[in-house]
Structures are given as C-alpha cells and as structure tokens.
C-alpha cells in the first residue's frame, strides 16, 4: 500500500525552527518529484517547495526563500523541509505529494500540522 507520512510538525515560537519528514512507502521513491504544500484555515493549499528527480531542482514559495530549505535522501525514501526563522504566517497544515517524473501518478499525505505562536 502506497503511503506518504509526514512528521515533525509541532508549536514553536515565532523565529524558531523545525525539521519535517515525509517517510514515503509502498513505493521507490526514486522518479518521483517532491513537493510541501501547506494549507491554513479558510485559504488554498500552496505550494511550498518542490525538489525534483534527477537532478534535485529546488523550487519555492516566495514567502519562505531563504526561510525553508527543501532535501531529499532518495535511499531512505524521505524527504525533508527545513524550516528556520518561523512566523505566524507559516502556521498551516503541510503536506507531502509526490509525482511521477514521467505519468500522471499523484499521491499525498495525510499532513501534519505547524503552529507558530508565542
């Protein structure tokens, strides 16, 4: 069964930091694209970053460069989103999708929440 689960996500300070996982299953993750999305309450899920297959492009939000950094250990089939220097703005639920480099194949995560709060 193919799944995506993230984790990592969590309450921290404004200017604090936090690391997100996506541990992907059921599925190579190799030629596959990544990609965060984050969605708040009452608005449309965004696209954060993105890194992709064969060659590790990065691509981000405007709002998070220099912020986020986005990598990827395709032998652990992870992906991960560095988060540094956090602001309420970033609070949101995020998400992990993945896809194919060469189909249509989609698939995305459950998410996990990130609160940025004092």
């Known amino acids: 069964q193919v799944q995506l689960a993230e984790s990592g996500g969590g309450l921290v300070h404004p200017g604090g930091s936090l690391r997100l996982s996506c541990a992907a299953s059921?599925?190579?993750?190799?030629?596959?694209?990544m990609s965060w999305y984050r969605q708040a309450p009452g608005k449309e899920r965004d696209l954060v970053a993105r890194?992709?297959?064969?060659?590790?492009?990065?691509v981000y939000a405007d709002s998070v460069k220099g912020r986020f950094t986005i990598s990827r250990d395709d032998a652990k089939n992870t992906v991960y989103l560095q988060m540094n220097n956090l602001k309420s703005d970033d609070t949101a639920v995020y998400y992990c999708k993945a896809d194919h480099a060469f189909s249509r194949t989609v698939f995305w995560g459950q998410g996990t929440q990130v609160t940025v709060s004092s």
């Open positions: 890194i992709l297959w064969g060659g590790g492009s990065t």
């Open positions: 059921g599925f190579t993750g190799n030629m596959y694209h």
